[in-house]
């Protein structure tokens, strides 16, 4: 497991185990992770955004902090925040986190997440100039989660 997910998973934890707020400095948690405090901050920027869901504020100095809020959307909420988090841009491995925060979550279920995955994959989308892939495969995504939105997160 790489360090970014071990440092992910544990922010996880803590947040089920607070009921969705966990207050963290960076620095403790490096040293008992065993990692740099810049890949806390790399985890916290790239997993733990408010397109996936959570809100994070920070305190710097001394008694500094970071906490990270996990928000309470509906499902359609959370579809219509994500579809507007997109862009005009959407690279594969952000694509992958998305559509995993949102499985994980229970935005979307199994199927669903498969079905918008393999239509916004590489393979797919091979055939796509490779400047324009990303491009398409953000009006792609926007477009499934919208039609999953209007059946409830369902296929």
């Known amino acids: 497991m790489r360090i970014s997910d071990s ?6 934890e803590l947040l089920n185990q607070a009921n969705g707020i966990a207050e963290i400095q960076r620095n403790e948690l490096a040293s008992l992770l065993g990692c ?4 806390i901050n790399y985890v916290i920027t790239s997993r733990f955004t408010p397109e996936q869901g959570y809100l994070v504020e920070s305190r710097r100095g001394g008694g500094g902090f970071i906490r990270i809020t ?3 959307l509906s499902t359609a909420d959370m579809i219509m925040h994500m579809v507007n988090g997109i862009g005009d841009t959407l690279d594969a491995a952000t694509a992958r986190a998305m559509l995993a925060n949102m499985l994980q979550s229970g935005v979307l279920d199994q199927t669903s997440t498969e079905l918008i995955q393999a239509a916004i994959s590489e393979k797919s ?3 796509v100039p490779k400047e324009l892939r990303d491009t398409v495969r953000a009006m792609i995504c926007k477009n499934l989660l919208l039609v999953t939105r209007t059946l409830g997160g369902r296929p």
């Open 70 to 72: 996990r928000l309470h």
């Open 125 to 127: 989308l091979s055939a």
């Open 7 to 12: 440092v992910a998973n544990y922010i996880l």
């Open 36 to 39: 740099v405090p810049s890949q």
